[in-house]
């Protein structure tokens, strides 16, 4: 499993543009409204990590995805199981939304 550091992302993002990528989001959704993530040019969706068996079919396999939650244990889960429905380009943002808020964008709440 890949993993991205919070402070290579957007670099990553970018270099994938054309693959139209996407962060995946799979906190809870009182976590996203108490400290949500933004990325200029970037797609951010948010499934819950509970909900993503039902809502698997909302994701497209062929595009970029890189899985997030708040210090990155869950996300990591929901990359493999990613990796083993036959998606083919996943990776974990380490660290997660706590990372990023204490390394990128200190505008997020940490919580």
Same mark, same amino acid.
């Given at each position: ?23 995946l989001?799979?906190? $809870?959704?009182? $976590?996203?409204?108490?400290? %949500? ?14 909900h ?6 909302e994701? &497209? %396999? &062929? ?19 990613? $990796? ?28």
């Amino acid at each position: 499993m890949r993993q991205i550091q919070v402070t290579e992302l957007a670099a990553d993002c970018a270099a994938l543009a054309e693959q139209r990528p996407m962060v995946l989001d799979v906190r $809870e959704d009182w $976590e996203v409204r108490h400290a %949500p993530m933004r990325l200029d040019g970037t797609e951010i969706v948010h499934i819950p990590m509970g909900h993503l068996v039902a809502r698997l079919a909302e994701l &497209d %396999p &062929d595009r970029p995805v890189r899985c997030l939650c708040h210090h990155g244990m869950r996300s990591l889960q929901v990359a493999h199981f990613l $990796e083993r429905q036959g998606f083919a380009d996943v990776a974990n943002i380490q660290g997660g939304i706590d990372a990023w808020s204490a390394m990128v964008d200190p505008g997020v709440a940490r919580y």
